[in-house]
């Protein structure tokens, strides 16, 4: 007699399935912890002062706000952010900082400052003048002045 060969139903290890969804789910893990391990770093920030957003700087795959604030000297800062709203630029936000490392920092968009001269000059600005030409109509320096 001839014995047909069965064919041999395909076994998967069923511990093999267990060490694959416990590899994933670890690097989900690791990635999620990340991801926030920099945002509780961000909510240990004590120090606030103002900031003045200055302008754009785009890379191919993100947009950086660049900003800057005074302490200890000025300090020039960006941000990773979404979109390109010119409505937030030439204007004063909140900026968080560390204590011990003021170039570890964020600047808060959600609110527009209205500081006053004292507040702006308690955070280290300066006002400073200077002089545009008016030629045509009167043939005069126009004295002006604006915050830096």
């Known amino acids: 007699m001839i014995e047909e060969s069965k064919p041999e139903k395909s076994k998967t290890n069923p511990w093999a399935i267990i060490i694959f969804c416990a590899a994933v789910l670890f690097l989900l893990l690791l990635r999620y912890w990340d991801d926030h ?33 005074y302490k200890d000297g000025k300090i020039l800062s960006s941000m990773k952010v979404t ?46 003048k200077y002089y545009i030409y008016d030629a045509g109509v009167s043939c005069k320096y126009i004295e002006k002045s604006k915050w830096k």
Do not use: C, M, Q, W
């Not at 709203?85 to 959600?110: Q, S």
């Open 37 to 69: 391990k920099y945002d509780d770093y961000r909510k240990t920030f004590k120090g606030e002062t103002i900031g003045f957003a200055t302008r754009y700087k785009h890379f191919p795959k993100s947009t950086y706000i660049k900003y800057y604030f």
């Open 83 to 128: 979109g390109n709203n010119n409505l937030i630029l030439k204007k004063y936000y909140k900026v968080k900082y560390d204590l011990k490392n003021p170039r570890a920092n964020y600047i808060i968009l959600n609110e527009e400052l209205k500081p006053d001269s004292i507040t702006l000059v308690k955070a280290g600005f300066t006002k400073s």
